[in-house]
């Protein structure tokens, strides 16, 4: 049986929007030696050689009145950045903790974690001295979000996929304005556009799941259908531990994403980027299909972890088996 990508051709425009260079080897693809990220598509231009390429994908994306609704100005992306106050309230790590997790729960969240900023959480050329990150996670609607493959009269998924960043920005944005409120300083940092900040290494780290085939996150609770926002902050806090529970087990034997895949940009096996063995989604391949279906998203509507009450049984299921392996052992 033919795999779906076996007859897809690129639209021309996007093709003639790549620079003389691969986006695989920007990200390290192949390179043995640990370092630093590189500034990528989703930057500033002034940052990265992939500009006419973000330029081509979204002015296609803006021919949809859906999509250009979702990500216009007048988006609902939360407040203006407020004035640190002068004087910072006392508290120890532990009760600011619990006090921040609570509001940002409060206010919109799904998930919350919080870890100690590491060098490699930073994209190379910028700098971050606060020494703590807090991570945001909002759920998707599996329903729209399986949808996918989007179309410009029907751009159900990449609508959900916008409206469910600016939900994410609008919970780091005000739970940065409460931060700066209490006398600390905090800065936000939301999606799509990338700045400073990595997203999915920080949130491993705080417990958000565990790196998936497809190159998103794999949650208990949501699967791979959340969005991710942080904040950078120097208010004391306490870290929490990743979550292992076979997930990476899970995706070795599955193949349900990279048989999705229409340009077949998901690899079957582990690849070797800046020095870790990792999943990795060639981005060559995936990013004209991203641009012309809107987002695209297939890989995580079809994952088995993203079924509504699936991702619960399957992560008990995979921890099992963890356990029941490192025993016999």
Known sequence: ???????????????????????????GRGETKPRLASPFFWHPHSKQAFGELQDAVLNHHRLSAGVRATYSPKALRGPKAVEQVPQKIDKDAAAWTADIKKF???????????????????????????PWIVMIGVAMDHERLNSAPDSLEEPTSAVEVGEQYNRAARVS????NYIMEQG???KAFAGPYASALLMIPPAIAAGFGELGKHGSLINRQYGSSFRLSAIATEMPLMGDAPDVFGADDFCTNCQICTKACPPGAISETKQTVRGVDKWYVDFDKCIPYFGEALGCGICIGRCPWSRPGTAPKLAEKMSARRTRLVEES
């Open 173 to 176: 944005r005000n739970l940065t």
């Open 104 to 130: 940002a729960l409060e206010n919109e969240a799904d998930l919350v974690g919080i870890v100690p900023m590491k060098p490699e959480y930073v994209y190379e050329g910028y700098e971050l001295n606060e």
């Open 1 to 27: 049986m033919a795999k779906p990508h076996d007859d897809y051709s690129p639209l021309p425009k996007f093709l003639e929007a790549f620079p003389d260079m691969s986006g695989n080897a920007v990200n």
């Open 184 to 186: 600390h300083y905090a």
